[in-house]
């Protein structure tokens, strides 16, 4: 069957079975920043934002996002023109081996999407879904804070795109 | 996984997924959420029904108290500022407690009503309030109370093919307070044990107490016999 739907804001058609997970199709599509951990929806290393949530990719069926919007970290930021995010998970030292860092920077860039000014609980909450074997937490939740403040130049640079 | 799913369908009525659904050459599933349902390992399922186009996504007061659709997500019910009070605080509590964010953007009311786990956090809470789900069925609209739908499993009382369309839960009688605790390992490992609370006094004497529990057993339970 044909899946229709927007990947990191260009429209895209893929040849799919109907029994395919979101995960698998996104890797195939060369999406590798999306992780596969425990494979059932325990670690957040797959998290990918499905119209503006953040949801585990491998426990989605692939066809139920016909006609979805979908953001991966690939949509985020380039080497070059990193999202103010991933620019504060270098800054804060919350990446270590890295395996978490995709699902995580997608759930933190879900909560700044609507909150700017989020309290350290908010952040707390708003990754309580993403495991990370080896940074001890701490930092992350460091780097998102220190982020928020950066995104309103963010949006004015890359013309309102999130 | 689904090894012989063939088709996967997006009804735009309740009728028209009502009829995929009671097609008796094919087995075809509803699929919610899909968090219990992209996990099975089934090759008896033909087909997968997704309710995300029908109109089941929303957070009602009525007059009679709240009604909930059944394709709302938990994280909608847990984040609602429409629900507050003793039965809307118990309600979102419960909801809060699912999984994780991840979990919850995903995990629909109806979902985790129907396929009640022992760790289900919703239907404790529900039990407590006394709430009932409204289902479609050929064409015809029922309303069962939850203390029937978990008398036995539920697909044991939902017919083939019926839709668990939205959650009815009553008002509480003036003076009444809720609580609701989930014992687990960490934050967001499955319960251990949940309690649900709801409590009503009247000339400072407890005139109403319902105690719902869940993970404990196979199905959620109203516990009886703590009532003196
Ligand atoms: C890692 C993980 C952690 C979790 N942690 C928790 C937790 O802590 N607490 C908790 O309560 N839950 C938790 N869950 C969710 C729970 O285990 C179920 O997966 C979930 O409740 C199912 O809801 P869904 O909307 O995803 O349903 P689906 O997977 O889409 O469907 C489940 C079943 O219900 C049927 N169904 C769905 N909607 C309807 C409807 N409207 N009418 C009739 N039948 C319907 C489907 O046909 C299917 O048989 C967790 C799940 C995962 C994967
Ligand atoms: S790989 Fe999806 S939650 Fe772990
Ligand atoms: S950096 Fe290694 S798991 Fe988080």
Same mark, same amino acid.
Request: charged share 20%.
């Given at each position: 069957?044909?899946?229709?739907?927007?990947?990191? /804001?260009?429209?895209?058609?893929?040849?799919?079975?109907?029994?395919?997970?979101?995960?698998?199709?996104?890797?195939?599509?060369?999406?590798?920043?999306?992780?596969? +951990?425990?494979?059932?929806?325990?670690?957040?290393?797959?998290?990918?934002?499905?119209?503006?949530?953040?949801?585990?990719?491998?426990?989605?069926?692939?066809?139920?996002?016909?006609?979805?919007?979908?953001?991966?970290?690939?949509?985020?930021?380039?080497?070059?023109?990193?999202?103010?995010?991933?620019?504060?998970?270098?800054?804060?030292?919350?990446?270590?081996?890295?395996?978490?860092?995709?699902?995580?920077?997608?759930?933190?860039?879900?909560?700044?999407?609507?909150?700017?000014?989020?309290?350290?609980?908010?952040?707390? =909450?708003?990754?309580?879904?993403?495991?990370?074997?080896?940074?001890?937490?701490?930092?992350?939740?460091?780097?998102?804070?220190?982020?928020?403040?950066?995104?309103?130049?963010? =949006?004015?640079?890359t013309g309102g795109?999130? | 996984?689904?090894?012989?799913?063939?088709?996967?369908?997006?009804?735009?009525?309740?009728?028209?997924?009502?009829?995929?659904?009671?097609?008796?050459?094919?087995?075809?599933?509803?699929?919610?959420?899909?968090?219990a349902v992209s =996990? =099975?390992?089934?090759?008896?399922?033909? /087909?997968?029904?997704?309710?995300?186009?029908?109109?089941?996504?929303?957070?009602?007061?009525?007059?009679?108290?709240?009604?909930?659709?059944?394709?709302?997500?938990?994280?909608?019910?847990?984040?609602?500022?429409?629900?507050? +009070?003793?039965?809307?605080?118990?309600?979102? &509590?419960?909801? +809060?407690?699912?999984?994780?964010t991840l979990i919850?953007?995903?995990?629909?009311?109806?979902?985790?009503?129907?396929?009640?786990?022992?760790?289900?956090?919703?239907?404790?809470?529900?039990?407590?309030?006394?709430?009932?789900?409204?289902?479609?069925?050929?064409?015809?609209?029922?309303?069962?109370?939850?203390? &029937?739908?978990?008398?036995?499993?539920?697909?044991?009382?939902?017919?083939?093919?019926?839709?668990?369309?939205?959650?009815?839960?009553?008002?509480?009688?003036?003076?009444?307070?809720?609580?609701?605790?989930?014992?687990?390992?960490?934050?967001?490992?499955?319960?251990?044990?949940?309690?649900?609370?709801?409590?009503?006094?009247?000339? &400072?004497?407890?005139?109403?107490?319902?105690?719902?529990?869940?993970?404990?057993?196979?199905?959620?339970?109203?516990?009886?016999?703590?009532?003196?």
């Amino acid at each position: 069957m044909e899946l229709n739907f927007s990947l990191n /804001g260009k429209p895209i058609t893929l040849e799919i079975a109907p029994s395919d997970i979101l995960l698998d199709v996104l890797r195939k599509a060369g999406m590798k920043s999306v992780k596969r +951990g425990c494979n059932e929806g325990f670690c957040g290393a797959c998290a990918v934002l499905i119209d503006g949530k953040p949801r585990n990719s491998c426990i989605v069926m692939a066809a139920h996002c016909e006609s979805s919007e979908i953001i991966t970290v690939e949509g985020m930021g380039t080497p070059d023109h990193p999202h103010p995010l991933q620019q504060a998970f270098v800054d804060h030292g919350a990446t270590q081996c890295g395996y978490c860092n995709p699902g995580s920077l997608i759930a933190a860039k879900a909560l700044l999407d609507r909150n700017s000014h989020p309290t350290t609980d908010e952040v707390k =909450l708003a990754l309580d879904g993403n495991l990370c074997r080896c940074t001890g937490y701490v930092k992350r939740i460091e780097a998102v804070l220190a982020a928020a403040p950066k995104m309103k130049k963010h =949006l004015a640079n890359t013309g309102g795109s999130k | 996984m689904l090894k012989n799913l063939a088709n996967y369908y997006f009804p735009r009525s309740l009728d028209d997924a009502g009829s995929i659904l009671s097609e008796k050459q094919t087995k075809n599933v509803i699929i919610a959420g899909g968090t219990a349902v992209s =996990l =099975l390992r089934d090759q008896t399922i033909d /087909g997968l029904v997704d309710l995300k186009y029908l109109p089941l996504v929303f957070i009602k007061e009525t007059v009679a108290g709240y009604s909930i659709g059944a394709m709302t997500t938990a994280q909608e019910v847990f984040q609602s500022s429409a629900l507050s +009070g003793p039965v809307g605080d118990l309600i979102r &509590k419960a909801a +809060g407690n699912i999984g994780s964010t991840l979990i919850r953007n995903s995990v629909t009311v109806g979902g985790n009503l129907v396929s009640v786990f022992p760790w289900s956090d919703l239907p404790p809470a529900f039990l407590a309030l006394d709430a009932a789900v409204v289902s479609r069925h050929e064409k015809r609209n029922r309303t069962i109370p939850l203390m &029937k739908l978990y008398s036995t499993h539920p697909r044991n009382i939902l017919k083939h093919g019926e839709i668990v369309t939205e959650i009815k839960i009553p008002k509480a009688s003036p003076n009444s307070a809720t609580a609701f605790t989930k014992f687990s390992k960490t934050k967001n490992d499955y319960a251990i044990v949940d309690v649900a609370v709801r409590i009503c006094l009247k000339n &400072k004497k407890v005139f109403e107490a319902a105690i719902a529990l869940s993970a404990i057993s196979k199905l959620p339970m109203r516990a009886r016999q703590l009532i003196a």
